[in-house]
């Protein structure tokens, strides 16, 4: 491993920082190690949390969840029309974890950390989680976000409806589809708590509350 000290932060990043930040990284030449998230990959994000929430009442958890099955059924039944337009630009390196603690402004200059879950996909995604995902999702505020985007020299493309839905809709409602199948991940594999499942369960409801409002199913 080989680290740098980049030294305190001068200050915290704000939108502009982030456009900037994201216009730079979605015009960077993808790893060819990195996983891609193209169209077929992200419909099947609501029948792989289907497959994580068999695994966990097989193990005699997530009993009192139907309703959790059932909007992911919703989901996945709505996914292929939902999911198009995925490849349309900015399609290349996404960080997935692009929020201001991601992006360190010192003294000389700006540097983004945390690169752990990048992958090749919909840049989208990257724009709708800068603002998190425990607040309310903000459409109008998201698309302040992407006009700002563009003006920085993102393409034009970020604007673009996209699954017959505005482009605003569509990054946060699959942003917080594929935040839910990594939850539902963790909760079988790397967290493998019982313990834990209420408060992954109420995360779980929150967000698909807004899956289902966003993607309009």
């Known amino acids: 491993m080989l680290m740098e000290d980049l030294g305190p932060s001068a200050r915290e990043a704000d939108d502009l920082d982030g456009v900037a930040a994201a216009v730079i990284l979605h015009g960077t030449r993808t790893a060819p190690s990195l996983p891609v998230l193209g169209q ?11 497959e994580h929430l068999e695994r966990l009442r097989k193990a005699d958890r997530w009993k009192e969840a139907d309703d959790v099955e059932d909007a992911f059924d919703r989901i996945a039944q ?33 540097r983004l950390l945390d690169f752990a879950r990048a992958f090749t ?55 917080r589809m594929w935040a839910v199948e990594w939850f539902m991940e963790q909760s079988v594999r790397w967290i493998d708590d019982p313990a834990t499942d209420p408060a992954y369960i109420k995360a779980v409801r929150r967000d698909l509350t807004d899956v289902l409002h966003l993607l309009e199913i």
Do not use: C, K, M
Not at 86 to 110: V, Y
Not at 134 to 150: A, M, N, S, T
């Open 40 to 50: 077929e990959r992200l419909r099947a994000l609501p029948a792989r949390a289907l």
């Open 78 to 110: 709505a996914a292929e029309a939902r999911s198009a337009g995925a490849t349309l630009e900015p399609f290349g390196w996404a960080h997935s974890e692009f929020h201001p603690t991601s992006l360190h402004i010192g003294e000389r200059g700006w």
């Open 121 to 175: 996909g919909p840049g989208l995604l990257d724009l709708a989680s800068w603002h998190g995902t425990i607040d309310p999702p903000h459409p109008v505020r998201l698309r302040v976000f992407l006009e700002q985007y563009v003006t920085a020299g993102g393409t034009p493309d970020a604007l673009a409806p996209r699954g017959g839905l505005t482009a605003e809709n569509w990054a946060l409602g699959w942003h």
